[in-house]
Nanobody
Framework: QVQLVESGGGLVQPGGSLRLSCAASGFTFANYGISWYRQAPGKEREFVAT???????MYNVAVKDRFAISRDNAKSTVYLQMGALRPEDTAVYYC??????????WGAGTQVTVST
């Protein structure tokens, strides 16, 4: 079955960096784009970034120039390198894949807290 497992979250000070990972299984990883979303307390889930099957990237304007998404098809893993973190980046971060037929699969998420 399709599984997405996020890891790498934690507590970091403003201005710091974290690298999130999303390990995927149960589908042909190299054929699909993978996205990161986040949800802060009391807010709706929002798009963060996506990486296409060929490695192209798109970003939410709020994170562009601070975050970088990449993929390793040999490891079936997508990464989100986050830098210059701000308190407003605090959220649960989820990865997502939409397979043929439009069914979306989500991981359980990883908490990122940016605070002093």
């Amino acid at each position: 079955q399709v599984q997405l497992v996020e890891s790498g979250g934690g507590l970091v000070q403003p201005g710091g960096s974290l690298r999130l990972s999303c390990a995927a299984s149960g589908f042909t990883f190299a054929n699909y784009g993978i996205s990161w979303y986040r949800q802060a307390p009391g807010k709706e889930r929002e798009f963060v970034a996506t990486v296409t099957p060929l490695g192209g990237a798109m970003y939410n304007v709020a994170v562009k120039d601070r975050f970088a998404i990449s993929r390793d098809n040999a490891k079936s893993t997508v990464y989100l390198q986050m830098g210059a973190l701000r308190p407003e980046d605090t959220a649960v971060y989820y990865c997502d894949v939409e397979l043929d037929g439009g069914t979306a699969y989500w991981g359980a998420g990883t908490q990122v807290t940016v605070s002093t």
